[in-house]
Nanobody
């Protein structure tokens, strides 16, 4: 059974950096698509980053391009989201997600397509 565990959230100021971690058990990221979503109260869960395991085709949300970077691709069970130049609008609960679609399926950007979810880690960015 796939389980995901996020960590690394915190309380920071505008312009600061944080690195979030997502650890998987039950399988490895070598055979799972993975993604980061974030959510604030009253809003839909927003896709921040997603990648396919088969070819590492990746997507970054427009609001985070150039500031957020995924790393740890050489690590079997952990992925990191490096978040730089944080802004108050980056605040929210960050969730790691994973899925195991057929290799021929395109990278999904829809929240409903992701099967496995962590419990989330809170990020608060003050102005």
């Amino acid at each position: 059974q796939v389980q995901l565990f996020e960590s690394g959230g915190g309380f920071v100021s505008t312009g600061d950096s944080l690195r979030l971690s997502c650890r998987v058990t039950g399988r490895t990221f070598n055979s799972l698509d993975m993604a980061w979503f974030r959510q604030v109260p009253g809003k839909e869960r927003e896709l921040v980053f997603a990648t396919r395991w088969v070819d590492r085709d990746s997507y970054y949300g427009d609001s985070v391009k150039g500031r957020f970077t995924i790393s740890g691709l050489e690590v079997r069970d952990t992925r990191y989201l490096q978040m730089n130049d944080l802004k108050p609008e980056d605040s929210g609960v960050y969730y790691c997600a994973a899925d195991s679609p057929p290799p021929t399926q395109r990278l999904s950007l829809r929240r409903s397509d992701w099967s496995y979810w962590g419990q989330g880690t809170h990020v608060t960015v003050t102005s």
